[in-house]
């Protein structure tokens, strides 16, 4: 396999679970060097797409996202309730935004009620946050 960053590793290490012979090459010097190192850590859950009403993004986010922390888990041999959160995140709404906090907030309540079906549907609950909460009015 090419690519030792959070992809190639991670399906490495199920491919060698499932028994397969891997190797797992990169052109760096250590693996995890590129984009895998130098991103923010957030598990996105789909709250900043709110300009999609179709909602298929939204829900790719929660399944990708919502999946990934049993996958950490079995790969670290660490409980997923066991997993470092960071604060609360604040988003806040520019009163020239192309959409009005009414909107946004319609949005973040549809992405809740996803993230809850969503563990319902798959009996988990890996430390998703708690539903959002609006801090101001208009
Ligand atoms: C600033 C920043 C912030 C981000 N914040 C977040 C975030 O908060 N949450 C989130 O989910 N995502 C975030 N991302 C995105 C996330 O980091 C990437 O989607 C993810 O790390 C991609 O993983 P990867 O394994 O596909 O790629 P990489 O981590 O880039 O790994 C690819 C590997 O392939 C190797 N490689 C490339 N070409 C070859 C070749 N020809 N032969 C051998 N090896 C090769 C590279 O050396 C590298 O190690 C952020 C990204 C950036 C840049």
Redesign the pocket.
């Known amino acids: 396999m090419?690519?030792?960053?959070?992809?190639?590793c991670i399906t490495a290490l199920e491919l060698a679970r499932q028994g397969h012979d891997v190797d797992l090459?990169?052109?760096?010097k250590i693996?995890?060097?590129?984009?895998?190192l130098?991103?923010?850590?957030?598990?996105?859950l789909g709250y900043v797409y709110a300009a999609d009403k179709s909602g298929p993004t939204c829900e790719r986010m929660i399944e990708g996202a919502l999946s990934f922390l049993p996958i950490l888990s079995q790969i670290t041999g660490v409980p997923a309730s066991s997993f470092a959160q960071s604060k609360p995140f604040l988003y806040g709404v520019p009163r020239d935004s192309q959409m009005s906090p009414d909107e946004i907030a319609a949005h973040f309540s549809r992405v809740d009620t996803a993230i809850a079906k969503f563990e319902r549907e798959h009996e988990t609950d890996a430390g998703t946050p708690a539903p959002h909460r609006r801090l101001t009015g208009n």
């Not at 090419?2 to 190639?8: E, Q, V």
């Not at 693996?31 to 895998?36: D, E, G, R, T, V």
């Open positions: 090419l690519g030792a960053g959070i992809a190639g090459i990169d052109n760096g693996p995890m060097s590129q984009a895998s130098h991103n923010e850590g957030k598990l996105h």
